[in-house]
């Protein structure tokens, strides 16, 4: 498609706001979900070596 300004490309033909925001939302759940995986794999390596320390 070719947009003949910036202002063009932003709106979309009226469905930027569905289209940009749709990016939004999809960024914003990868971003929690690797937050959320990197919480449980500290979590996880805690409990490991909570676990061998006890055996030791």
């Not at 003949?4 to 914003?28: E, Q």
């Not at 971003?31 to 990197?38: F, G, K, S, W, Y």
Request: charged share 15%.
């Amino acid at each position: 498609m070719n947009w003949g300004s910036w202002d063009n490309f932003w709106m979309m033909g009226g469905y930027g706001l569905y289209v940009w925001g749709s990016y939004a939302v999809t960024l914003a759940l990868i971003v929690a979900e690797i937050a959320l995986l990197r919480m449980r794999r500290r979590e996880a390596l805690d409990t490991l070596r909570q676990h061998n320390g006890a055996q030791a």
